[in-house]
């Protein structure tokens, strides 16, 4: 199901009668440019063009990544997750890196004057992550994140408008070699190739929206958030359909859906 242009850039959330206690493909993104940040030995860059992480010749490549109003209830249970990024430029080797989240359900902005963890501190699960050779242009994702991502929105305080910071460092640094995995940042100006965060869990958990029926289908909103074309998957069909925004209001809502693939328009 095709739906929709969206007269601003909103973060939509689904509730459909068909996903009562059903799994949700959760998507989020980097709602600015500086939540995606990369940190080359000492220097903080806040708005480059790509995100760097390895190293080259002993000086250590890392990247912060943000994920704000994530729009988790507390008390869900994550499915699964994982980050999904494209490659600027082709990997020419295997790589290892860490995935670390901060313990912080409101993570402070990340500042060109201050190293993007110094001061911060992470939960104790850690994922590992090996990035195969790939070519420029390969959309790689990450492990399962859902025991990382369980321990974040246990923290205290956590709430839907709570967000994720993710700190992915490289596990070895090599003295003599370059090797450096280069990854398209929010500033290319372009949604599919930004970083994005893919969350599976119980709809119902999403921002405290539940759906109004059991049914066995699964719906599926991307991209999310959205400044044009939404599209809506479902396993079968729907047979009524709100989408909010973030302050909960209502941009569109239609009963009768009794077909997957459907033209929508929001005025």
């Known amino acids: 199901m095709r739906i929709m242009k969206l007269p601003l850039t909103l973060l939509i959330l689904c509730l459909a009668s068909m996903t009562f206690g059903q799994s949700v493909v959760h998507e989020v993104g980097i709602a600015q440019s500086n939540d995606d940040v990369e940190q080359e030995g000492d220097f903080v860059s806040l708005n480059d063009l790509e995100l760097d992480l390895g190293w ?18 507390p008390g869900a249970s994550i499915d699964s997750a994982y980050l999904r990024l494209m490659l600027q430029s082709a990997l020419s080797d ?17 500042a060109d004057t201050i190293g993007i ?3 911060r501190s ?18 790689v994702k990450s492990p399962d994140l859902s025991t990382l991502i369980q321990e974040g929105i246990a ?37 599919t190739r930004r970083p994005r965060l893919f969350i599976e869990l119980d709809g119902s ?13 699964n719906v599926v909103v991307f991209p999310n958030p959205s400044a044009g074309l939404v599209t809506i998957n479902a396993s079968s069909a729907i047979k009524s359909l709100t989408l909010r925004d973030t302050q909960g209001r209502v941009v569109y809502f239609r009963q009768g859906l009794h077909s997957v693939q459907e033209n929508l328009t929001v005025e």
Request: net charge negative.
């Open 94 to 110: 295997s790589l290892t890196v860490s995935i670390h989240l901060e313990s912080e359900p409101f993570p402070l902005k990340y």
């Open 122 to 139: 992470y939960v104790s699960t850690i994922v590992e992550w090996t990035l195969a050779p790939a070519t420029a242009g390969t959309v």
């Open 56 to 73: 080259n010749q002993g000086e250590e490549s890392k990247i912060g990544l943000i994920f704000r109003n994530a729009n988790i209830d």
């Open 117 to 119: 963890d110094e001061g």
């Open 205 to 217: 958990f999403i921002n405290g929206i539940a759906a109004s029926a059991p049914s066995s289908a």
């Open 155 to 191: 923290l205290q305080n956590w709430g839907p408008s709570s967000g994720l910071n993710f700190l992915l460092t490289p596990n070895t640094i090599d003295d003599s070699v370059y090797l450096e995995a280069e990854f398209f940042s929010f500033d290319q100006n372009d949604p």
